[in-house]
Antibody
Framework: EVQLVETGGGLVQPGRSLKLSCVASGFTFNNYWMSWTRQAPGKGLEWVASITNSGGSTYYPDSVKGRFTISRDNAQNTLYLQMNSLRSEDTATYYC?????????WGQGTLVTVSS | DTVLTQSPALAVSLGQRVTISCRASKSVSTYMHWYQQKSGQQPKLLIYSASNLESGVPSRFSGSGSGTDFTLTIDPVEADDIANYYCQQSNELPLTFGSGTKLEIK
């Protein structure tokens, strides 16, 4: 059974940093692209970042480019999202998702709240 | 960016057929996917590449369309289908989602 478990969310002040982790199990992690998608409270879904299976290439929308960094450790079956210079508009539940352009598996999400 | 437009809400009677629409601001070929999100849960993939049913999804769900106009059909609607439904395009980066359609029961 595919499982994706996110951790690392919490309350953080504007301008500060936070790093999310996602531990994957139930599939061969290094065979798949991985992504992060977020959802602000009561709002819709927004793609945040994707990374190739080797980790050699990464992709971001303009809203987070230069502030967020997606990475992975294939030996540890773990996906990361380093978030710097956080803003109030980054407040959201962050989901770890398996896939490059379509997301068949989602974690339960971790809530990030950016507030002073 | 490709903007996806969905109606905010739809009300339907149990046992009836409902179609949820998604219009893209430019052609996405058939690179359109549909997700269901129930209250307090993560999204679930229903349909990929416009018309392909994801494994384990009931055959009551179907998708159609190409280019800029797409539909998700549920026939017949069951009480368990009450949720928000999102379309998502993967024709170009950035990947974008529609704002969602809330399905309600009359």
């Amino acid at each position: 059974e595919v499982q994706l478990v996110e951790t690392g969310g919490g309350l953080v002040q504007p301008g500060r940093s936070l790093k999310l982790s996602c531990v994957a199990s139930g599939f061969t992690f290094n065979n798949y692209w991985m992504s992060w998608t977020r959802q602000a409270p009561g709002k819709g879904l927004e793609w945040v970042a994707s990374i190739t299976n080797s980790g050699g290439s990464t992709y971001y929308p303009d809203s987070v480019k230069g502030r967020f960094t997606i990475s992975r450790d294939n030996a540890q079956n773990t996906l990361y999202l380093q978030m710097n210079s956080l803003r109030s508009e980054d407040t959201a539940t962050y989901y770890c998702t398996r896939g490059s352009y379509v997301f068949a598996y989602w974690g339960q999400g971790t809530l990030v709240t950016v507030s002073s | 960016d490709t903007v996806l437009t969905q109606s905010p809400a739809l009300a339907v009677s149990l046992g009836q057929r409902v179609t949820i629409s998604c219009r893209a601001s430019k052609s996405v070929s058939t690179y359109m996917h549909w997700y269901q999100q129930k209250s307090g849960q993560q999204p679930k993939l229903l349909i990929y590449s416009a018309s392909n049913l994801e494994s384990g999804v009931p055959s009551r769900f179907s998708g159609s369309g190409s280019g800029t106009d797409f539909t998700l059909t549920i026939d017949p609607v069951e009480a368990d289908d009450i949720a928000n439904y999102y379309c998502q395009q993967s024709n170009e980066l950035p990947l974008t989602f529609g704002s969602g359609t809330k399905l309600e029961i009359k």
